[in-house]
C-alpha cells in the first residue's frame, strides 16, 4: 500500500501524519515539555519496598515515583520475593516500559533493551543468563526455517566477548550482514556509555533517552511501502538525513523537505482531522455515524444506522451501516490512539453470517495497525470485546484538558439546581452565624433565575430567617460556582 509520511516540526512539538489512500490514519503528537519517556534508561533510587504487594516505590527523578514489580526484576524465577532483591535507598538501573498515565507513576523494569533499526539489544545487566550469548527472534516472523535462519546468520556477527542477548526485529529479514554489524556496533557502543556513566552520576539521573519521536518514525514506521517522507523544517530535514545516513541509508531518497506556500498538514487537511478526531461523533458516508465514549477504564463505541436507509431491507440496512462502522473504527483506533479495553456496540444482527462478515472487516482492518490488537467473537449481548497495546497517551490526553466548567464529566447543573443549593446554604449558614445580611454572589444565568421564577422562595426564605439578601451578579463566575458573602 502506498504511503506517505508528513513530520511537523517545530520548537514547541513534533507531530507526525501516516498518510495512506489519501487520508490520514495515523496521527502521532511530541510535546518538547511532555515528551514520553518510554525506553529511557535512569540510574535510579528504592524509595519504599512493599513486600504484601511485591512492588516497589523507586525514584526517578519525576514528579510521582515510578513503579516496579518483582516480576519486572527477574523473568524465570517466580519464586523471587521483591524484599531479598531490593532495600530501600538502593541504587539500581532501570528502564520506562510505560509513560506515566492519569495517575499511575512510570512502570520500569531491570531487564533493559535497546532499539536500533534491525536488532534490540539486552545488556548483561539485563539477562537473567548473561554468561551466555541469547538470540530471540520477533514473533512476526513466523515461519520456523525464517527464524532459525536469522538466528544462524545472528549468531555468526556477534562478537565473541559478548554477553548480552539480541532480539531480532522484523526489518532484519530484508537487512545485510554489513547492515546487521553497523547496528549491532551502535547497539553495545550505546550501552558502554551507558554504564560509563553510572560511575559518575548520582542517583536519581537520566543515562539514556530514546530517539525523537521523528527519528524513531523512520526506524519503526517508515519502510518499502513508504513513497515519501516530507519534512518541512530544514533544520530537522538536516538531522533526519544524517540519522538515516548511519542507519536507514535507504530511505534517504524518500526523504524531501517541503516548501510549498501551503502548511505541510494542509496538503490533506491534518489539521480539519485532529478536531474531528476529538469529538465524541464519527459520521459515516452512508448517513450512521459512531459515537466514541473514553473513559479512564476503557473506551466505547456506538454504531447508529443514523439516516441511513440505503439498504433493500432493514438487516441489509444494518449491516452495510456496520461493514462500513468497522472500517470507520479501525481507522479511529488509530487516528486517536485509543488503547485498553475497548467495547463495540454494533447494531444488533440475527444473521450469524452478518456477524462474521462484519467481524472480518474489522480484524482486516486492524492488520495494518502497527500496536497489537486483539479482538473476541460476539457476546451474547451482542458486543464486541477488543484490547488495543496501549503505548502512549491517547490524542485526546495530548491535546485535551477537562472542561472548566464541568471538570469532564461532559454535563453542569442547572441554574435551576445551583439556586436551590444556594437556598439551603443559607439556611446552613444562618444557624452557625448571626449576620446582618446574606450576599449572594453567583453566575448571571442563576441571578436572573432569583429575580424572576425563584424570586417566591428566595423572599420566603428572607422571611424565614429575618435577614436581607442581597444578589449580585459576576459575570466571570461559572454556572455552578458562587459565594455567600456575610456582613
Not at 118 to 131: H, R
Not at 145 to 165: F, T, V, Y
Not at 206 to 222: G, I, K, T
Not at 243 to 256: C, E, I, R, S, V
Amino acid at each position: 500500500m502506498n504511503e506517505e509520511i508528513l513530520i511537523n516540526i517545530t520548537p514547541q512539538e513534533t507531530r507526525v501524519a501516516l498518510i495512506q489512500q489519501g487520508a490520514v490514519q495515523e496521527l502521532q503528537i511530541e510535546r518538547t515539555r511532555q515528551r514520553g519517556i518510554v525506553g529511557n534508561i535512569y540510574l535510579a533510587k528504592v524509595v519504599r519496598v512493599l513486600p504484601g504487594m511485591q512492588s516497589a516505590f523507586i525514584e526517578i527523578g519525576l514528579e510521582r515515583t515510578a513503579f516496579m514489580h518483582v516480576a519486572d526484576i527477574t523473568q524465570n524465577n517466580p519464586q523471587a520475593q521483591i524484599e531479598k532483591l531490593l532495600f530501600e535507598g538502593q541504587n539500581v538501573l532501570v528502564q520506562v516500559l510505560k509513560d506515566p498515565l492519569g495517575t499511575k507513576g512510570a512502570r520500569l523494569t531491570t531487564q533493559l533493551s535497546i532499539a536500533g533499526r534491525n536488532l534490540v539489544y539486552l545488556p548483561p545487566a539485563g539477562t537473567d543468563a548473561a554468561s551466555e550469548k541469547y538470540i530471540g527472534v520477533s514473533q512476526r516472523i513466523d515461519q520456523p526455517e525464517e527464524r532459525e535462519a536469522i538466528k544462524a546468520r545472528l549468531a555468526g556477527l556477534m562478537p565473541a566477548d559478548e554477553k548480552g542477548g539480541i532480539i531480532v526485529r522484523t526489518s532484519a529479514q530484508d537487512a545485510s550482514d554489513t547492515e546487521l554489524q553497523h547496528d549491532m556496533h551502535y547497539l553495545r557502543t550505546t550501552w558502554e556509555k551507558i554504564r560509563e556513566a553510572v560511575n559518575y552520576k548520582a542517583a536519581p539521573s537520566l543515562l539514556y533517552q530514546d530517539l525523537s519521536l521523528a527519528e524513531r518514525v523512520l526506524r519503526d514506521v517508515a519502510g518499502e511501502e513508504t513513497s515519501q517522507i516530507r519534512v518541512d523544517s530544514a533544520e530537522n530535514f538536516e538531522k533526519l538525513k544524517g540519522f538515516a545516513a548511519l542507519y536507514m541509508p535507504n530511505l534517504l531518497d524518500k526523504l524531501t523537505l517541503h516548501r510549498g506556500e501551503r502548511a505541510l498538514f494542509d496538503l490533506f487537511d491534518v489539521d480539519a482531522e485532529i478536531n474531528k478526531a476529538l469529538g465524541r461523533r464519527v459520521d459515516l458516508k452512508s448517513g450512521g455515524y459512531l459515537m466514541i465514549d473514553q473513559t479512564e477504564s476503557m473506551t466505547t463505541i456506538d454504531v447508529n444506522t443514523g439516516s441511513y436507509v440505503g439498504g433493500r431491507n432493514l438487516d441489509d440496512t444494518v449491516f452495510k451501516t456496520n461493514l462500513e462502522a468497522a472500517q470507520a473504527i479501525a481507522r479511529q483506533l488509530r487516528l486517536r490512539n485509543l488503547g485498553g479495553i475497548i467495547i463495540i456496540d454494533f447494531i444488533d444482527m440475527l444473521s450469524k453470517d452478518h456477524q462474521e462478515s462484519v467481524l472480518h472487516e474489522l480484524k482486516r482492518n486492524l492488520d495494518r495497525d502497527h500496536a497489537r490488537t486483539s479482538v473476541s467473537d460476539f457476546s451474547s449481548l451482542g458486543l464486541v470485546e477488543m484490547t488495543r497495546k496501549r503505548t502512549r497517551e491517547s490524542l485526546a490526553h495530548i491535546t485535551c484538558e477537562p472542561c472548566a466548567t464541568c471538570q469532564g464529566k461532559g454535563e453542569i447543573k442547572t441554574a435551576q439546581t445551583i439556586c436551590y443549593e444556594i437556598l439551603r446554604e443559607i439556611v446552613r449558614e444562618h444557624r452557625q452565624f448571626n449576620p446582618r445580611e446574606f450576599r449572594i454572589v453567583a453566575a448571571p444565568d442563576v441571578i436572573d433565575l432569583f429575580l424572576e421564577e425563584e424570586n417566591q422562595f428566595l423572599a420566603q426564605l428572607g422571611d424565614f430567617i429575618n435577614k436581607p439578601i442581597k444578589l449580585q451578579a459576576e459575570g466571570s463566575f461559572r454556572q455552578e460556582q458562587y459565594d455567600i458573602v456575610l456582613s
